[in-house]
């Protein structure tokens, strides 16, 4: 039930001015989505890691050298960065709107393992 009460509210969010604004402030005052929780920055940079590690097992290109692309890049970008710490060369990270915001960026490239 509460995905539908989500998809209503995402509904509104994409209809009226700022809509955008008004869904970070209800994930991160509402439903208390910003920081994303431990578990689920885990599973990204996992998942980047292992990207990774087929990347470089099936292609001639280093990473240093390589050029990756992320589309839909979201608000916490847990997979760029994490492309960025392993030593990817080159990013082109894109989104349909402006959603990076500073604390968010911050608090994500402070949790990222060393």
Not at 19 to 41: A, E
Not at 57 to 73: C, N
């Amino acid at each position: 039930m509460k995905w539908v009460l989500k998809a209503i509210m995402q509904k509104i969010f994409s209809n009226v001015p700022n809509g955008h604004t008004l869904n970070y402030l209800s994930q991160k005052y509402i439903t208390k989505r910003f920081p994303l929780p431990d578990w689920r920055l885990e599973n990204q940079i996992n998942t980047a890691l292992q990207y990774a590690k087929t990347f470089t097992k099936y292609s001639k290109v280093s990473l240093q050298d390589a050029r990756f692309y992320e589309f839909g890049a979201g608000w916490h970008l847990p997979m760029p960065l994490t492309f960025s710490a392993i030593g990817v060369g080159n990013q082109t990270i894109i989104d349909v709107r402006k959603n990076i915001k500073v604390e968010i960026l911050d608090t994500a490239s402070k949790r990222l393992p060393n």
